[in-house]
């Protein structure tokens, strides 16, 4: 994910949602005092859409987008490795960070979230893995001409590690044992997410879908009553295609694959993915992972930190810990899917 600056937001009435791995696939026929109504942006370098379930209110409509704006600019002030005025910047570019440094408290639950799902995947989701990130050119700076060296790696490898970051919560801070370049933008996506459903919330909007770059959270119903229907997208490299429909109520879904932020180099196809553990993009056979959550903070986490982990590791952890999950693998043959428990009950499709 990348950080760039918010252009103006368009309001639009949706009859269907739009890409593949976003959209409420079932068109429908709402109630006259009703409608979904579609409020979309740039942002983060992707796109946003949000679908609102109200009346047709343009006042109150533009109001609120306005609103996402405000919620989206702040998230991006909060956590942008793109923009060096940002708050994680700031800190990231403090020589000595031995001391605590104040952060701001929606920081600080990105940060706690992050340790958490750190600590529950072994290390297989790693925030400060941004050295990596930009060291194989999926960062902010240039790509690289040639293939990092694996003396290079070892040097940055030797530097990483959430177990540097040290949190407080009262008040909200963080200081790390040896300098980190700390990169979220495998997990500040997903609470961008939720910082725009708070905001509905706290504008009585009671049923909505908001998406950032596929990461999805929605609540209430449609005017008709139907659940919001997402699918999943079949992992190719070329074209979109579904490869399962769910069903949410008042839940969050994220997916991470290899088949989408990717450079090829001497015929090899390096992913944006970063192994903690190697320091080297991925590469096993899992293409694509879901989570449902009811946060998107959290699903986004979970679905990196399973993507690096590869099938077996991650489907049985998510399967101890109970959590819905599903799993695209690359065969031979083909794609083979998996699902763990908790998800079957999501599938329709």
């Not at 090829?264 to 080297?280: A, F």
């Not at 049985?316 to 799993?327: C, D, G, S, W």
Request: proline share 5%; aromatic share 8%.
């Amino acid at each position: 994910m990348t950080f760039r600056m918010l252009r103006p937001a368009r309001v639009t009435l949706a009859s269907a949602f739009l890409a593949l791995a976003v959209v409420a696939l079932a068109g429908c026929s709402f109630e006259p005092e009703e409608k979904v109504w579609e409020i979309s942006g740039p942002v983060f370098g992707t796109s946003y859409h949000i679908n609102v379930v109200l009346t047709d209110d343009q006042e109150r409509l533009e109001t609120l987008a306005g609103g996402v704006e405000k919620v989206l600019e702040k998230v991006d002030g909060a956590m942008s490795t793109w923009r060096e005025d940002s708050e994680l910047s700031r800190f990231n570019q403090k020589t000595d960070q031995s001391e605590w440094t104040p952060i701001s408290g929606q920081l600080f639950d990105v940060l706690s979230t992050a340790k958490e799902i750190s600590e529950l995947t072994g290390g297989a989701f790693d925030v400060t893995v941004g050295p990596l990130v930009n060291l194989w050119g999926f960062g902010p700076r240039a790509r690289p001409e040639t293939v990092p060296s694996d003396q290079e790696l070892a040097r940055l490898l030797a530097a990483t590690g959430f177990e540097n970051l040290e949190l407080k919560a009262d008040p909200p801070a963080v200081r790390a044992a040896r300098p980190q370049y700390v990169d979220l933008s495998a997990i500040a996506k997903g609470y961008g997410v939720d910082a725009v459903a708070r905001f509905l919330d706290s504008q009585g909007v009671q049923a909505y879908l908001v998406e950032i770059g596929g990461e999805v959270r929605v609540n209430g119903r449609k005017p008709d009553g139907s659940t919001w229907r997402l699918a999943i997208e079949q992992p190719i490299f070329d074209g979109r295609e579904v490869n399962r429909v769910v069903t949410l109520d008042s839940q969050s879904m994220a997916t991470s694959g290899d088949y989408r932020n990717y450079y090829e180099s001497e015929g090899r196809r390096y992913s944006h993915t970063i192994d903690p553990e190697t320091g080297k993009p991925i590469t096993h056979n899992l293409a694509s992972v879901s989570v449902i959550a009811e946060d998107c903070m959290t699903a986004d986490a979970l679905a990196t930190g399973f993507n690096v982990m590869g099938y077996e590791r991650a489907s049985a952890l998510a399967v101890r810990e109970n959590i819905p999950a599903y799993f695209i693998v690359r065969t031979d043959e083909g794609f083979e899917t998996h699902q763990t428990p908790a998800f079957s009950s999501y599938v329709i499709q």
